[in-house]
């Protein structure tokens, strides 16, 4: 098959963007590359612009694999990406064309494609799914990774609230989200990313004012497609929710949830069920999977907690629920905390009586099994609708068992309730935990209970088919 793959940002891309979405995208196309026969593109838009050409052009770029696969990007898209970047202005993602002008002229030239996969649609407006109408033999994926197409900013959570966005209220509560916009570096940064592309090593020195007069162009070119103030409009952010589901209901094949609390979510705000279904990624840390707890049971229980200090990812949350522990259950609890950025002082004067705590200031995956070799037990305490956490995949892939959260995906990883807690209910955290640390054989559960996690292979096996629409 001939098979373009598209994500808002290359795979290989030297400012390590795109997160576990960009992770994963590169590992699907390392294993298509290196085990089948098919003819794999890529495409990124909504991250280069240069600032002396006012229209959008596709440019082919080089990649890590070669000639193996062909990368392509939109520089000067009219959909700026990731997603928060045009968060302003919802009217523009609505009634853009320009994209799909832009990706009808790249198939043109490049297709036609049996499969155009897409891993989210932002650097695109969501009306390139016009492009089922050009190239009616094409088959339309569309994966769910995170909630752009209900949500500008992609998580689904009301951060002035502190809650999951069930009840948007007609568009007005996304006006209060206005505390998320990006600055303007965050915009300088597209531009500068171009022209740092086009220049050779070894001269940096020498062309760094030049960038400086480059990047202040970025102020007459982005208001146009990035919005303001004046953009802002509860009417707008309805009809983007709305538009977005009737043009994915209409044009597309397929789509791909990740896990099936994304798939429940994205019917209940109107999916079509018949198209949808729960396809959970493949990842290479599936391939060693232990199956078991590796940490010792002794006389103390040790948890961690992996990822950022912020309010949607629970990490204040759960310094608040050990705080209000009992002592008893304290003293026998070992805390390794592993958050890049972390205000260390205020973390240990909330987690006073433990016995220990151990902190690193962010961590890197070579550190990974460092850390988890003396974990009993992870946490995953997210207050939003995590799609299904990489950190999550990776503690129970290193043989960590997952206490979860019931938001998002995490915690289909495992069918016992002895390791789902009620999100944001910090009773409901105590009594869980509480249990396990006062009963460590019950972590036994977790892996008796635990769905062996999808390696690439098997996901690869599976998209085939989805491909072929064998699947059931």
């Known amino acids: 098959m001939k098979i373009l793959y598209y994500n808002w940002i290359q795979f290989d891309n030297k400012e390590k963007q795109g997160g576990g979405v960009n992770i994963y995208q590169k590992n699907l196309i390392e294993y298509l590359v290196k085990n089948t026969n098919h003819d794999i593109y890529f495409l990124s838009s909504g991250w280069k612009y240069n600032s002396f ?38 009217q523009k993602f609505v009634e853009d064309n320009g994209s799909y002008e832009m990706l009808k002229k790249f198939i043109e030239q490049y297709g036609p494609f049996d499969v155009i996969h897409f891993n989210n649609m932002e650097g695109l407006s969501i009306n390139s799914f016009k492009i089922k109408q050009d190239f009616p033999n094409t088959k339309i994926i569309f994966s769910i990774h995170n909630y752009q197409p209900i949500c500008p900013l992609v998580q689904y959570f009301q951060n002035h609230n502190k809650c999951i966005c069930n009840d948007f209220n007609n568009g007005e509560e996304c006006l209060k989200c206005a505390v998320c916009l990006p600055s303007k570096k965050e915009y300088i940064n597209r531009y500068r990313s171009y022209l740092y592309a086009k220049v050779p090593e070894g001269i940096f020195k020498t062309v760094k004012p030049f960038i400086k007069i480059y990047t202040k162009l970025f102020k007459f070119k982005t208001k146009a497609f990035t919005g303001s103030k004046s953009t802002m409009k509860a009417e707008m952010y309805e009809l983007y929710r709305k538009h977005n589901i009737e043009q994915i209901n209409k044009y ?3 789509v791909l949830a990740v896990s099936d609390r994304v798939r429940e979510i994205m019917i209940s705000h109107g999916v079509n069920p018949e198209i949808i279904k729960t396809s959970y990624i493949g990842t290479k840390v ?7 707890s590796i940490a010792p049971i002794n006389e103390t229980f040790t948890i961690s907690y992996l990822g950022y200090e912020r309010i949607d990812k629970g990490y204040f949350f759960l310094l608040d629920a050990l ?12 805390i390794i905390l592993a958050v890049a950025h972390i205000h260390e002082k205020e973390a240990r004067k909330k987690l006073n009586g433990f016995n220990s705590v151990k902190i690193y200031n962010g961590y890197n995956h070579q550190q990974l099994k460092e850390i988890l070799e003396q974990v009993n037990l992870g946490i995953v305490p997210v207050l939003w609708e995590d799609n299904l956490p990489q950190v999550a995949i990776e503690m129970v892939a290193n043989g960590v068992p997952v206490l979860c959260s019931s938001f998002g995906g995490a915690s289909e990883l495992c069918t016992s309730e002895l390791f789902k807690f009620e999100g944001g209910n910090i009773e409901s955290f105590k009594d869980k935990l509480s249990a396990l640390v006062n009963n460590p054989k019950l972590l036994d559960e977790y892996w008796k209970n ?12 599976e998209l085939e088919l989805i491909y072929e629409g064998k699947d059931k």
Not at 286 to 292: D, F, K, R, T, V
Not at 450 to 461: A, D, G, N, S, V
């Open 450 to 461: 635990h769905w062996k996690l999808r390696t690439m292979p098997e996901h690869i096996k």
């Open 53 to 90: 050409k006012k229209e959008s052009y596709i440019k082919e770029t080089k990649n890590i694999f070669e000639n193996k696969c062909r990368t392509f990007e939109i520089i000067n898209s009219s959909i700026i990406a990731p997603a928060f970047a045009i968060f302003m202005n919802p």
């Open 252 to 254: 597309v094949d397929k």
């Open 323 to 334: 705080s209000e522990l009992d002592d008893s259950v304290k003293s026998k609890l070992n």
């Open 286 to 292: 599936a391939e060693s999977e232990l199956g078991h």
